[in-house]
């Protein structure tokens, strides 16, 4: 059974910074895709960043490229995904996901963590 615990959201000003953890179990994170999501309140969720089968390559979408860095601990079984220079844009619940059915950026992956918050103030 596969499963996605994140962690590591909370509150934070802008231009601070945040880790979170995308804790993979059932099966190594490197055997598929693994993806970021998020989504505010009122809007749809949208792609964040995303890790390689394998973990060679990252992608990121504009609004974060620059400022979130995704990275894996294989001993740990864990992706994360580093967060700086946060604006009020990024205030949004954060999901992890594994396993696209389509392309990395496509909503649609097989399975989803439950979500974690940030909440990023002035």
């Known amino acids: 059974q596969v499963q996605l615990v994140e962690s590591g959201g909370g509150s934070v000003q802008a231009g601070g910074s945040l880790r979170l953890s995308c804790a993979v179990s059932?099966?190594?994170?490197?055997?598929?895709?693994l993806g970021w999501f998020r989504q505010a309140p009122g809007k749809e969720r949208e792609f964040v960043a995303a890790?390689?089968?394998?973990?060679?390559?990252?992608w990121y979408a504009e609004s974060v490229k620059g400022r979130f860095t995704m990275s894996g601990d294989v001993a740990k079984n864990t992706v994360f995904l580093q967060m700086n220079k946060l604006n009020l844009e990024d205030t949004a619940v954060y999901y992890c996901a594994h396993e696209p059915r389509r392309g990395y950026s496509l909503n649609d992956y097989k399975y989803w963590g439950q979500g974690t918050q940030v909440t990023v103030s002035s």
């Open positions: 890790i390689s089968r394998g973990g060679g390559t990252t």
């Open positions: 059932g099966r190594t994170f490197s055997s598929y895709v």
